[in-house]
């Protein structure tokens, strides 16, 4: 924690997340996808993206209390759409960063339910203390179309995933955002996801800072 701050009573830290230590972090792959190229060095943490996608979890060593969060890069290239406005829909659902909090709750797999779990699902859960349960997944997404701009959705193939379209790219370049949410969320983990492979894209997204504004 590097910073910290005093408002309405309450203590805001900012909880600096590692992104150059790959031993900190869990790198894993859709099974109906080809897998990202995923890197960590002294510039951050690069994800190739080759028609490809996977999700890159970082587990908190304790539950958090979420505000927000300060993430800095560089796009080297986006998806690829010939109609941005059809991004999210199936078969366009790439999105160039996604900034995901795990947020536990009661939801939990028994052994019959994890037979028929989807493998993301099961991941998810991996990453998550033994005998804590799952509400949701809340993603922030960064959006290249101005339709999805400060929308909000439930994903359409789990209901254990949820999106807010928070920024918009429209090119490459470095990037910095700052985003504070409207309530604290709680979290146990987080979750990077970017994607290629429903629109065959190649790109590559270099993340050199992230941090939590935490309670």
Known sequence: MNSRRVLSNFVFAALVIPTGDLSLWK??????????????????LLIKVRSSAGPIFYPLKTKVKVRGFKVTGSFNGLPKFQDPIRQGEKGYDDFPLRIGLVVPGEKRLSRVKKMFASDWVKRIYDQIPNGTGLDHV????????????????????????????????????????????KEPIEAIALWISVDGDDTKSDFDVLISGLSLSTE
């Open 27 to 44: 790198v894993e792959s859709f099974s109906h996808s080809k897998r990202n190229e995923v890197s960590f060095s002294e510039k951050g």
């Open 138 to 181: 809340q993603f922030f997404n960064v959006s290249q179309s101005r339709a999805l701009l400060g929308k909000s959705r439930t994903h359409p193939s789990s209901d254990l995933l949820r999106e807010e379209f928070f920024v918009l790219a429209e090119h490459s370049g470095p990037f910095e955002y700052d985003y504070q949410f």
